[in-house]
């Protein structure tokens, strides 16, 4: 049965909601507040819930399905944590609330902070920033103003891998940095020799995503931090990929200055449709002045049973507010929540997970789709989308029909120097029967690609909505519902 609009279920005198009689007498509204031309629908309170529960379906989620959304660590998340943030003590406080009066709110704060400590080896964290792309600009705002305390102005090129996360090059300019790229090696590391022609008085920094978005570990991360810190730079850490190090190694411990966390990726907030997020940032101890406030404190130990007080406090050379009051609040309490529920083993059970079903699965697919690089990955890996004797069919192809056989595609086309990018992420959620079923797909589609290649070309075939032309389709954007005249 084909989905009808709520325009076309509307019928004269259907009512859904009836409205209490008022406490108040009524007054005559306006007239120029009154509106006549908007065709509003009527419609029962069954015809709404239905048509929004029949829409919900359309649409492709991490509960219905496996989403190997490569760098953005789309995994299940646990609904323990969906139902600590609706704790009433939780959910129902203030931003503006006097301190004194969200003293759980600080602790569970100030908790995060230490757990974030702890698993990265930072000195220091502030959790206002609202995003990873946020924290990021936190960390290149904290290079700058470092800089600038330390009166080094010839200090104005950042360096960027072209392994790195696209936001990082964005985020370096926005700053007011050059930005300076970086070639990676045939092993997909950073090209050592290139970095070393880079490190003179004018580097202020280099901006390296650890594991990359080729979804390998950096074998020469220690040298690279060397020649960038023996030429006065700093260095800082995307931390988006954390997933695939917890409890295994600490970024600060590696020699990191600066590092953001993914708290939606790495600890599980669902992060749909752009939002909510959170960035987080760890520093160095030469490099905790001059985090983002606000960040909790202790200001009053406890004694004889008596809890510590909290507050927060401004850092001597704080980069300022990244957000308004505390930050998202709510990704917090997720974040807490999963970290306490894991512990320490659980934590480390993560991304060997992470790291094992992202090996499991390249080395199911590796002989059907060529592997640039051909070594242990970690958390997710990169294959070409295309045949050299198949000249037709791209990765968008392929990716289209995936639709068909029930998956979410993978990201398309990024890291750009992989031809034809898929770039593929299990997450440690999935079990082994789903990754089986996602392998048998791929293999199957490199087949239609030789045999069959229209289906690839017209797909996908069984979607609610056909191929579209994704260009026309993001700037062309449809905003509103369509009200029959």
């Known amino acids: 049965m084909t989905e009808k609009t709520i325009y076309e279920l509307s019928q004269p005198g259907r009512q859904g909601v009836r409205f209490p009689e008022p406490d108040v007498p009524e007054q005559a509204l306006p007239d120029a507040f009154l509106r006549t031309e908007i065709n509003l629908p009527e419609l029962s309170e069954l015809d709404v819930i239905r048509h929004f529960t029949n829409l919900s379906k359309l649409n492709y989620s991490i509960d219905g399905g496996f989403y190997p959304l490569g760098s953005c660590t789309m995994k299940y998340n646990p609904k323990i944590n969906e139902e600590v943030a609706r704790l009433p003590g939780l959910a129902h406080t203030h931003p503006l609330q006097p301190s004194v009066t969200v003293q759980g709110n600080l602790y569970l704060m100030h908790t995060l902070q230490e757990f974030l400590q702890e ?18 600009l936190v960390g290149a705002l904290i290079i700058k103003k470092y800089h600038q305390i330390n009166k080094n102005d010839k200090r104005v090129k950042i360096l960027i891998p072209d392994s790195a996360h696209g936001t990082n090059p964005a985020t370096s300019s926005m700053s007011g940095f050059n930005v300076v790229p970086l070639p990676s090696d045939e092993r997909g590391n950073v090209d050592i020799e290139a970095l070393k022609t880079e490190c003179d008085e004018t580097l202020a920094g280099l901006m390296l995503t650890n594991p990359n978005t080729l979804g390998l570990f950096d074998e020469n991360v220690e040298e690279v931090i060397r020649l960038v810190h023996e030429a006065g730079g700093l260095v800082y850490g995307d931390g988006a990929n ?30 749909g449709g752009g939002g909510p997020g959170s960035g987080p940032v760890g520093v160095a101890e030469h490099l905790a002045e001059y985090l983002p406030s606000p960040i909790v404190t202790i200001v009053e130990e406890g004694d004889d049973g008596t809890p510590p007080l909290f507050d927060f406090y401004e850092p001597k050379y704080s980069i300022g507010r990244m957000k308004s009051f505390y930050g998202h609040f709510g990704v917090h309490i997720r974040a807490y929540t999963y970290i306490a529920m894991h512990g320490t083993k659980g934590l480390r059970d993560i991304a060997e997970k992470a790291v094992l079903n992202a090996n499991y699965l390249m080395a199911k697919v590796k002989q059907d789709y060529k592997l640039p690089y051909d070594r242990t990955c970690m958390h997710e890996f990169v294959v070409e989308g295309a045949w050299e004797d198949i000249p037709d069919v791209h990765a968008l192809d392929i990716s289209k029909r995936l639709m068909d056989y029930g998956f979410h595609p993978p990201t398309n086309y990024f890291p750009l120097i992989v031809h034809e990018a898929l770039m593929i992420e299990p997450t440690e959620t999935e079990n082994r029967d789903t990754l089986d079923e996602f392998a048998s797909a791929l293999k199957s589609i490199a087949k239609e690609a030789r045999e069959k290649p229209e289906l690839l070309h017209g797909a996908p075939f069984t979607t609610p909505i056909r191929r579209c032309d994704e260009v026309k389709a993001a700037r062309d954007l449809v905003l509103c519902c369509w009200i029959p005249e």
């Open 242 to 271: 954390l997933n695939a190090l917890l409890g295994i190694i600490r970024p600060g411990d590696v020699g990191f200055d600066i590092m953001h966390f993914n708290l939606h990726k790495t600890f599980s907030t669902p992060h």
């Open 119 to 136: 698993i990265s080896g930072f000195y220091r964290v502030s959790l206002s920033p609202a995003a990873g792309a946020q924290g990021e």
